[in-house]
T-cell receptor, first 111, second 113 residues
């Protein structure tokens, strides 16, 4: 069965600093990979997804993620964090029928 | 605007009440999902409907009863809930069951007293 690990429960970065959120997955075949963001009291918004092709994918709000098959990772990055990026971020892996989510990483941005 | 709406946004109910959560998607999708999000736990998939037929039921207690009258609407009927059922209930839709990208609604925050 597929699984997703987000090793960092909380991350705090300064506004303007770079960000990397880690995601590792376990899946036998080529996975579908997603990053979602959730602001307090809101649903999940899709940031980006990887199905195939170029392993560096661009998303909304200036985010990108890189699929590394050898490391079973799909880390999310942003070169310069804004205060509005404070939220909870979820990595998910799908096999086409269902999504399995990681436990989430809460991002705090300090000014 | 995600194209998926949920009502009510907040609900407080007693253990003996009966209530319903509503989800509507405006994306022309064929598959709809109910998830439960509890504090400090990963999202749990509860039910999946594809073309108005239930295709997945992940061992959810019978006090939760889903209904999908058409491909745009999904309900979750609640009765005799327990305090541990307090959570954020999220609805999602995708173009088809098996098409990986799911789009989520804002959720209903349920509190069971």
């Amino acid at each position: 069965a597929q699984s997703v690990t987000q090793p960092d429960i909380h991350i705090t970065v300064s506004e303007g600093a770079s960000l990397e959120l880690r995601c590792n997955y376990s899946y036998g075949a080529t996975p579908y990979l997603f990053w979602y963001v959730q602001s307090p009291g809101q649903g999940l918004q899709l940031l980006l997804k990887y199905f195939s092709g170029d392993t560096l994918v661009q998303g909304i709000k200036g985010f990108e993620a890189e699929f590394k098959r050898s490391q079973s990772s799909f880390n999310l990055r942003k070169p310069s964090v804004h205060w509005s990026d404070a939220a909870e971020y979820f990595c998910a892996v799908g096999d086409g029928n269902k999504l399995v989510f990681g436990a989430g990483t809460i991002l705090r941005v300090k000014s | 605007e995600t194209g998926v709406t949920q009502t009510p946004r907040h609900l407080v109910m007693g253990m003996t009440n009966k209530k319903s959560l509503k989800c509507e998607q405006h994306l022309g999708h064929n598959a709809m999902y109910w998830y439960k999000q509890s504090a400090k736990k990963p999202l749990e998939l509860m039910f999946v409907y594809s073309l108005e037929e239930r295709v997945e039921n992940n061992s959810v207690p019978s006090r939760f009863s889903p209904e999908c009258p058409n491909s745009s609407h999904l309900f979750l009927h609640l009765h005799t809930l327990q305090p541990e059922d307090s959570a954020l209930y999220l609805c999602a839709s995708s173009q088809d069951f098996g098409e990986g990208t799911q789009y989520f609604g804002p959720g209903t925050r349920l509190t069971v007293l």
